[in-house]
C-alpha cells in the first residue's frame, strides 16, 4: 500500500474511535429495552423504533414536540438578537467617531472573557423581580442588548477589513450612517452574520446553565432540561427512550453541521470560537 | 461629525444598555452582595468578609470543589492541547478529503457541550459500560468511573479531551502560517522529523499555543454541563466530581446562599483572571515571535 493509503487508514482508524460514543449513542437508541442492558454488540440485533415512539408519545408529561419547540423558540430568539444588536453595535465601533470609542471599545473587549457567574445572581433577582423567571425571556433578552461581546469583536473585525471608499462613496450619494448602515455595510457584513447565527443557534441550543437556572416549570423545559427527567428517574428501562431523544436533541445541530461544516471550521480556525 | 456622533449612540444603544444594566451594575451588585446574607426573599443583610471567612476556613465543600477543579483543570487542559496538536500534525498535509476529515474531527467539539454527550458519558463510564468492559477485557478492573469516586474525575477529564476539535482547527491554522523555506532548510542541514518538530514546528506555532492555553484553561474553569449531568447534579460521589461552578449553583439555586454564591463568582474571577495574567508571564520564557530581536 501507497504511503498516502496508509494514512488514510490510520486516519479514518482514529476517527471511527473518536466517534465511538456518538455511533454508540444512535445504535443504543435503536435497541429494545432488554438489549440496551445485557446487550454487548454494537449494533442491535433486533432495531426497534419503540424508543422513538415512547418519547413521542410524552415525557414527564409533555410530547418532545413540546421540548423541541421551546428549545427553537430560544434559539432563534437568541439569534435574531445576535445578529441585530452585535452588528449595529459593531457598525459604531468599526466605523463611527464618538466621544468615549475608546473605553468603550476596550471594555466591550474585557468582557469577552469575563466569566458570566459573577453577573448571574444580580441577574437573575433583576429577572426574578420582573416576574420573568419561568419565562424565555432571561435567555432571549440580554442577546438583544449585545451581551455575547464575542460576535460584537467578530463583527467588528469583519467591517474593518470592508474598503472604506464604499463608506465614503455612500456619503457623497447622501447617505447618513444609517443608510450606508443598511445599504453598503450590512449586505456585506452577511458572512459574518451567518457565522454568528449558526454558532449562536448551536450555543444556545446546547446550552445547560443558564436553562437549568431560569426554567423550572415542566412546560417551559428545553430539551436539554427534558433530558434531564431521565436522568433524575434512573429507573434502567428508561435508557432506551434517554437515548432516542439523546438523538432527537443532536438532530439540528447535526443538520446545520452538515450544511455549514466548512463554515463552521472556518470561522473556529480564524477567530479562535470554541466549540 | 454632530450627525455621525448622535448616530453612533444610536447604533450602541442596545449595547450601552446590556453593559449598564446587565453587566456594569450586576458585577458591582455582586460584589456587594457577596458581602451579605441574602436569600432571595429578605433583604440582603450586611455581613462584611464572613462569606469569604467562612469559604476559606471552614467550608470543606469548597476546598474539596477548588481541590477537584484544579485536578480537572490541570489534566484536561494538557491532554486536550496534545491531542489537538498531535491530530493537526497527522492532518497537516494536503492531501484528498483533508477538508472532511478536519471536519469529522471537529464534530465533537459541538456535539461535547450538550446534555446527550453527557448521558452517554455517563452509561459508557458506568460499572459494566463499554469503558469497563473493555478494561475488563485487557485485564484491568477499574468497575465503573462515575461510582467511584477515584476515578468519576476522568470521566469528566475524557468528555473535556474528546472536544479537542476546536484547538485542533486553530492549530491547524497555525501550521499553515509556517514558511516552507524553514523546513526546506532544516532538510537541507539533515534534520530528522522529530528534530524539525521540536526546532521548527513548536516554536514557529508557540504563540498559537499560548493562545489555545490561554482559552483553554479559562474554559475548563468554568466547566458545568458534564460534571451536573454525570453527577445528576449532585458532584458526587464524594464530591469527586462537584466542579467550582456546580458547587456554586448548589450553593446560589438550591441553598438560596446567594451571598456565599456571589463572593464565590468574585473569587473565581480573581483566580482566573490572576492564572491567565500568569500564563502570559511564564509565556516570555517560551513563546517565540517571529521577526522579534531575542
Known sequence: ???????HVFVVLVLLVLL??????????????????SGLALLPKAPTGDNYAQVLAGVGGFSVWHYLGNSLLVSVGAVAGNVISCSLAAYAFARLH???????????????????????????????????????????LPKFLATD????FLMVQFIRGLPRELDEAATLDGCGPVGTFRHVVLPLLRPALVTTAIFTFIWTWNDFFSQVIYLNDPSRFTLPLALQIFVDQTTQSAFGPMFAMSVLALVPIGLFFLAFQRLLVEGAATSGLKG | ??????????????????????TVGPMAASLYLSLTDYDLFDPPKWVGLDNYLVMFTRDDRFWAAVSTTARYVLLSVPLKLVLALAVALLLNRPRRGGGLYRSAFYAPSLLGASVSLA?????????????????????????????QPQYALFALVALAAWQFGAPMVIFLAGLKQIPRELYEAAAIDGASPVRRLVSVTLPM?????????????????????????????????????????????????TDFRMGYASAMAWVLLVVV????????????????????ER
Request: proline share 5%; net charge positive.
Open chain 2, 119 to 147: 448521558l452517554v458519558w455517563r452509561a459508557m463510564f458506568a460499572s459494566g459500560g463499554t469503558v469497563d468492559r473493555l478494561l475488563a477485557a485487557v485485564g484491568i478492573d477499574t468497575g465503573g468511573w462515575v461510582d
Open chain 1, 98 to 140: 464618538f466621544r468615549g470609542r475608546g473605553p468603550m471599545f476596550g471594555f466591550m473587549m474585557g468582557t469577552i472573557m469575563l466569566p458570566q457567574h459573577v453577573v448571574l445572581i444580580p441577574q437573575y433577582v433583576i429577572f426574578q423581580k420582573l416576574g420573568l423567571v419561568d419565562t424565555f425571556w432571561p435567555l432571549v
Open chain 2, 1 to 22: 461629525m454632530r450627525r455621525t456622533q448622535g448616530a453612533a449612540y444610536l447604533f450602541l444603544s442596545p449595547w450601552i444598555i446590556g453593559a449598564t444594566l446587565l
Open chain 1, 149 to 152: 461581546a464575542f460576535f460584537v
Open chain 2, 273 to 292: 483572571a490572576g492564572v491567565t495574567v500568569l500564563l502570559f508571564r511564564g509565556a516570555r520564557g517560551w513563546v517565540f515571535y517571529a521577526g522579534e
Open chain 2, 205 to 253: 506555532l508557540s504563540p498559537v499555543i499560548l493562545f489555545n492555553l490561554v482559552l483553554e484553561t479559562i474554559h475548563a474553569f468554568q466547566a458545568f454541563t458534564g460534571a451536573f449531568v454525570v453527577s445528576g447534579g449532585r458532584g458526587g460521589p464524594s464530591d469527586s466530581t462537584l466542579l467550582y461552578t456546580l458547587y456554586l449553583y448548589q450553593r446560589g439555586f
Open chain 1, 1 to 7: 500500500m501507497t504511503r498516502t493509503g496508509v494514512w
Open chain 1, 20 to 37: 465511538y460514543p456518538v455511533i454508540w449513542l444512535v445504535s443504543t437508541s435503536f435497541k429494545p429495552a432488554q438489549e440496551v442492558l
